[in-house]
């Protein structure tokens, strides 16, 4: 992002007044590929069309901000690659992480991976270094290290279902597997950060934590996202979990998070409560049903009925529930900016 969205994201944080209301979305290969007409498997591979599909996006709508910016992405396959995950990939869908623990004495076998070697890790870093000058003379700058969360990984490596039937089934394993898998993301955020030296934001990503109740949270969610968020002395740290943010919300401020991007399932007045005043909301409209499929108007009025209830817009960055869905058009991100605007 330009030194003007950056300071304008800073400046949404520390409460100060923004206007208009600022907008930003989370943009990665659902989107980005076929908004630009080019497939899937381009995006991933061919730097030059990352590059372009990216810098498009933020030529064509100026006035929002992308987060996390020029992300260098492969879908979910970056962080279980680097435990030997197969990925399987498609030319126009995204690609898919296969299970590597099939029962739970396979997580002893589990070897500790290296973020610098391996999976697809050091693709992304390259990738990073190799559009780093474009990006620049473009005007931008790389921002965000970015990683999936602790459950989310692990629910890659095992299958969500046997990974949350294992909170009951092995305590001592499944904690041996998230310590392993939270050392992984810190090291993995340290590597990107000491690669990128304009990096002063982190994004975690984990919709499994909706998954977990209240006691649950406390014995595998908060230990790990505590040591993740803690480990980063950076200005932005932002979490994304847009499945049931309830039991998460109200503890984010404790962990350091500044910045929440949740299910459109919650509103902006529901969530505001649950977290507290020091949080900057990022949401909340639906992002498939409406930001997708729904008409300019349908976009403009849902935008508008979401902020209708908030008595104070401060730390509020107008978005949609999660990251933008494939096939949302032009027209539409046009009609969300325009309600923001009025």
């Known amino acids: 992002m330009i030194v003007q969205q950056w300071q304008r994201l800073v400046d949404v944080i520390q409460g100060k007044p923004v206007f208009p209301l600022p907008t930003g979305f989370i943009i990665d290969c659902p989107w980005l590929p076929g908004w630009t007409g080019i497939s899937t498997l381009d995006y991933f591979t061919d730097d030059q069309q990352w590059m372009q599909a990216n810098l498009k996006a933020m030529q064509t709508f100026p006035e929002t901000i992308f987060l996390p910016g020029f992300w260098p992405e492969f879908g979910m396959c970056t962080e279980p690659s680097a435990f030997g995950s197969k990925c399987i990939w498609h030319p126009h869908d995204m690609p898919f992480a296969e299970k590597i623990l099939y029962q739970l004495e396979d997580i002893d076998r589990l070897v500790p ?37 602790p459950l989310n990984v692990a629910s890659f490596l095992m299958g969500a279902t046997e990974f949350l039937m294992a909170l009951r089934d092995d305590v001592e394993r499944i904690h041996k597997l998230l310590n392993m898998v939270t050392e992984f993301i810190v090291q993995w955020l340290n590597l990107q950060r000491e690669t990128i030296d304009t990096i002063d934001g982190i994004l975690i990503l984990d919709d499994i934590v909706g998954f977990c109740g209240p006691p649950d949270f406390e014995e595998f969610v908060r230990p790990y996202l505590n040591r993740i968020f803690t480990s980063q002395d950076v200005t932005v740290k932002m979490f994304h979990n847009d499945a049931d943010g309830r039991v998460c919300a109200p503890e984010l401020a404790s962990f350091g998070i500044n910045v929440f991007n949740f299910s459109f399932l919650h509103s902006l007045q529901e969530m505001r409560e649950w977290v507290g005043p020091e949080v900057t909301l990022l949401g909340n409209i639906p992002p498939r049903d409406v930001m997708a499929l729904g008409t300019p108007q349908q976009v403009h009025q849902a935008v508008t009925e979401a902020l ?24 539409n991100i046009q009609a969300f900016i325009a309600a923001a605007k009025s």
Do not use: Q, W, Y
């Open 308 to 331: 209708a209830p908030l008595e104070d817009t401060s730390r509020v960055i107008l978005s949609v529930g999660g990251g933008m869905s494939g096939g949302v058009s032009s027209e």
């Open 113 to 149: 991976p290296n973020p610098s070697t391996d999976g697809l890790c050091p693709f992304v870093l390259n990738r990073m270094k190799n559009c780093r000058s474009a990006i620049e003379d473009a005007g931008h700058a790389l921002r965000f290290a970015v990683a999936r969360g």
